[in-house]
């Protein structure tokens, strides 16, 4: 299994681009989110799904936009990146049997900077 | 809405010392989860806390979940270099969340 999978790792934008940040899992998982890390704040809540065709929002949901359209995938779209979005960005999965446990399954991030 | 404060910031400490760092909230949480993050990586759990005063300890590493529901520890004995890192707690809500503290930043001299 590879895991939880994030494309790309870098990407640099000017202010106003949009871009698509991917994630993938291959562990069957039913919960899905992603996370945005700042130095000094942690890491914060942007969106999560439940399940295919379910998402919500979490802490910090503005600019950003998801869609679940089947289990494993769940992307991360800017339509209009700011330079507040500078961030690396993290998409994390658990099996919603097992949501309890609390353990999320994080990719590697994805260091996105906005100019 | 929720959060946790978590403290200290960083730490910069000697080889074989012990550290200790906490969690705080006005919040309950069912669960409280301590997380590492190497350079580069994502976040990997460290130890999982389900019910008020436990405590549970991995190796080196010893986590309680408070009696009131709103705080946790960790402590790491006998630090080594590969402790390097930073380290998250974060505390779940019934719906499955996970809300994460700022971070504590552990740096080990040799």
């Known amino acids: 299994n590879a895991g939880v999978t994030q494309t790309p790792k870098f990407q640099v934008l000017k202010t106003g681009q949009s871009m698509t940040l991917q994630c993938a899992q291959d562990m069957n998982h039913e919960y899905m989110s992603w996370y945005r890390q700042d130095p000094g704040m942690g890491l914060r809540l942007i969106h999560y799904?439940?399940?295919?065709?379910?998402?919500d929002q979490g802490e910090v949901p503005n600019g950003y936009n998801v869609s679940r359209s089947t289990t494993e995938d769940f992307p991360l779209r800017l339509l209009s990146a700011a330079p507040s979005q500078t961030s690396v960005y993290f998409c994390a999965s658990n099996n919603a049997g097992q949501l309890n446990t609390g353990e999320l399954f994080f990719g590697e991030g994805s260091r996105l900077t906005v100019l | 809405g929720q959060q946790l404060n978590q403290s200290p910031q960083s730490m910069f400490i000697q080889e074989g010392e012990d550290v200790s760092m906490n969690c705080t909230s006005s919040?309950?949480?069912?669960?409280w989860l301590w997380y590492k993050q190497d350079p580069g990586e994502g976040p990997v759990l460290l130890i999982a806390l389900y019910k008020a005063g436990e405590l549970t300890s991995n190796g080196r590493l010893t986590a309680q979940f408070g009696i009131t529901r709103k705080d946790s520890f960790l402590n790491i004995s006998a630090s080594i270099p590969s402790d390097v890192g930073i380290y998250f707690c974060?505390?779940?809500?019934?719906?499955?969340?996970?809300?994460f503290g700022q971070g504590t930043t552990l740096q080990v001299k040799p």
């Open positions: 919040s309950i949480f069912n669960t």
């Open positions: 974060a505390g779940q809500v019934h719906t499955g969340k996970l809300i």
């Open positions: 799904s439940v399940g295919a065709g379910i998402t």
